[in-house]
């Protein structure tokens, strides 16, 4: 579901860039989980520059040239900036980054990742569960299913 959408834009955007497809995301030993993203991307992805984007609080995908912006724009089907060669970034791409961002997210021992929680939209003291491609969520709980923080600490 929302593990399938992430790796599925993450090949998206690899393939525009004529990078090969991933069946995961790898952690390496070297990186921190903020760039764990990026790697995967063979881009940038934080928050906008482009002057709109920005006050719309927006993040994006920023490329080294235009054109290549523009065909990952296309095939996103998302709004890009030609001054800034950046894509608006997909929402599950974002809330990816943020839970990194705060370590927020899980590998398994091979170092691929596993998932990760977000806040959900209707309800803050619940959180989301996102699991990758491959991985189950853990025993009684559904992905994407709202979780107390005291179901999260067990």
Known sequence: MIGHQVLDCVNSVRAVQGLDTLGAIELDAS?????????????TLG???????EREHRWALSFADPATARAVAQTLAARWSRDHSEVEAPQALVDLAIAAHYGLVFSDDMGFLKGWIV??????????????????APPGHAESAGLTAAELSR
Do not use: Y
Request: charged share 15%.
């Open 31 to 43: 990186e921190t989980f903020d760039a764990m993203l990026d790697t995967a991307l063979g881009c």
């Open 47 to 53: 928050p906008a520059a482009h002057p709109q984007l």
């Open 119 to 136: 806040p959900s939209d209707n309800d803050p003291t619940l959180w989301k569960l996102c699991v990758m491609p491959g991985f189950a």
